[in-house]
């Protein structure tokens, strides 16, 4: 199992700056992915970006430019720094943990982003 615990959301206005961070811990070897869905309200879950861990990045379209993750392997900890944000981007974010082998995917509890107009 591995467990993962984000923390760093809050309130902020459209166009600052805020950071998420999810740290992992369990059973973390050879996890392949790391990343960031998020889900707005009345919304399904979409994908906002992840890290392989050979450090190799993916964005979604509508945070490309603006959003930046990155990971820490020596403190199992993975980041979104988040900026120019819109009210749009306002939605729980969760963090994200996929291992191939053995096939393996986990979530973190989600943390609420909200940014106001």
């Known amino acids: 199992q591995v467990q993962l615990v984000e923390s760093g959301g809050g309130l902020v206005q459209a166009g600052g700056p805020l950071g998420l961070s999810c740290a992992a811990s369990?059973?973390?070897?050879?996890?392949?992915?790391m990343g960031w869905y998020r889900q707005a309200p009345g919304k399904q879950r979409e994908f906002v970006a992840h890290?392989?861990?050979?450090?190799?990045?993916n964005y979604a379209d509508s945070v490309k430019g603006r959003f930046t993750i990155s990971r820490d392997n020596a403190k199992n900890t993975v980041y979104l720094q988040m900026n120019s944000l819109k009210p749009e981007d306002t939605a729980v974010y969760y963090c994200n943990a996929v291992r191939i082998v053995p096939r393996g995917n986990y979530w973190g509890q989600g943390t609420q982003v909200t940014v106001s107009s």
């Open positions: 890290i392989t861990s050979g450090g190799s990045t």
């Open positions: 369990g059973s973390i070897l050879s996890i392949n992915f």
